[in-house]
């Protein structure tokens, strides 16, 4: 009997199926993990602190230069640094090119991520010393950059999405935090609208989104600035709220640094930091005592660094809508937009933001 020869096969196909494979192989783990982080609370919805990064203006533009090379070579890709390398860092930094110092983006990463995770202590929500097993403790962080007249962050939810993809479920990070590196571009706007776990839109407090009212937060972005907010709340940059340009020499840039604080799970697919490829990617910048985030007894985490509420009519400033639901509809709400460029660089929550919730025709 003639034996069949095989097919040969291209080196595009043979990687085609290798990732086919690989597809498969990953669809069928199962994932598993504390299901209590589906429901789990910061206590707060939003802090602000000014001058939280704690360097001088040399080392404020090594760090910004730190955080633009992070972006071209790796993209918006996301790093995971667990709370035992964060502890490392904080308390015995180091870097390859000069030992007894290391990057400041690693050390102010590593700084926020414990600073947060005391307050949750002193709020007797957690216990740290509990966490430096398992390895589902730590930060997660990533540089965003835009320029000017660039298009805007989409509205969205910070979520684990491989985890979404792989099992429908929504998890959220602990806490959300925006460090703004420059003074240019639109503004960050954070809605009190929040998913169950499998990304279904919640209800406002008051029962309906016909005609209803949620608190909503714009920070504009001001060099140094720290914005913290519960990781389940909808956020996006709409450009239509940009201002004046309040700092003339940024052209207009919008430079951030990206941390979530995760508690209880680490999302899945990250690569965990610092690496040696990080390290020789970041410089290494001195700073005082090594402290690089400054949040210290003049700005407690505990108080809200914004002007008073003020309340905006329902019909009132930009029209703005943010997709929900998987683009199946839309929540529809007013804010003003800043006529200086001294306003332009404010932090304002408004408790009362008239919203109502359209539905797409099919």
């Given at each position: 009997m003639a034996r069949r020869m095989k097919r040969p096969v291209s080196r595009r196909e043979y990687w085609r199926v290798r990732a086919k494979a690989r597809r498969t192989r990953r669809d069928a783990?199962?994932?598993?993990?504390?299901?209590?982080?589906?429901?789990?609370?910061?206590?707060?919805?939003?802090?602000?602190?000014?001058?939280?990064?704690d360097l001088s203006a040399a080392q404020m533009r090594t760090l910004r230069g730190d955080a633009c090379a992070l972006r071209a070579r790796h993209g918006a890709a996301s790093f995971f640094l667990p709370l035992s390398a964060a502890v490392d860092l904080a308390s015995e930094p180091r870097h390859p090119a000069?030992?007894?110092?290391?990057?400041?983006?690693?050390?102010?990463?590593?700084?926020?991520?414990?600073?947060?995770?005391?307050?949750?202590?002193?709020?007797?929500?957690?216990?740290?010393?509990?966490?430096?097993?398992?390895?589902?403790?730590?930060a997660e962080f990533w540089v965003q950059r835009r320029a000017a007249g660039e298009h805007a962050i989409n509205w969205h939810w910070d979520k684990d999405e491989s985890l979404l993809d792989s099992s429908g479920l929504t998890a959220h990070p602990l806490v959300s935090t925006v460090t703004y590196l420059t003074s240019g571009g639109a503004p960050t706007v954070v809605l009190d609208a929040r998913t169950d776990e499998h990304g279904r839109l919640l209800p406002p407090g008051d029962g309906s989104w016909e005609g209803g009212a949620i608190a909503a937060t714009v920070s504009y972005p001001k060099s140094r600035r720290l914005l913290r907010f519960d990781g389940r709340l909808l956020h996006g940059c709409p450009p239509q709220l940009a201002g004046p340009e309040a700092e003339p020499r940024s052209h207009g840039e919008r430079l951030t640094l990206l941390v979530n604080v995760w508690v209880g799970h680490r999302p899945l697919g990250l690569p965990t930091a610092p690496s040696e490829a990080l390290l020789r990617l970041l410089r290494c910048v001195p700073a005082h005592s090594g402290q690089v985030l400054a949040l210290d007894a003049t700005t407690p985490w505990n108080r809200l660094d914004v002007p008073p509420a003020r309340h905006v009519g329902r019909s009132s400033g930009e029209r703005l809508?943010?997709?929900?639901?998987?683009?199946?509809?839309?929540?529809?709400?007013?804010?003003?937009?800043?006529?200086?460029?001294?306003?332009?660089?404010?932090?304002?929550?408004?408790?009362?933001?008239?919203?109502?919730?359209?539905?797409?025709?099919?």
């Open positions: 783990q199962e994932v598993s993990f504390d299901s209590s982080v589906l429901c789990q609370s910061c206590g707060f919805n939003v802090y602000v602190h000014e001058r939280a990064v000069s030992p007894g110092c290391s990057p400041a983006l690693l050390r102010y990463v590593a700084q926020l991520l414990l600073s947060e995770l005391q307050d949750q202590q002193d709020r007797a929500r957690l216990h740290i010393a509990g966490l430096l097993d398992g390895g589902t403790c730590g809508a943010a997709p929900v639901m998987g683009g199946r509809a839309e929540l529809r709400f007013a804010l003003p937009k800043p006529s200086t460029a001294a306003e332009g660089r404010g932090v304002v929550t408004w408790k009362d933001v008239g919203v109502r919730l359209e539905v797409a025709q099919q």
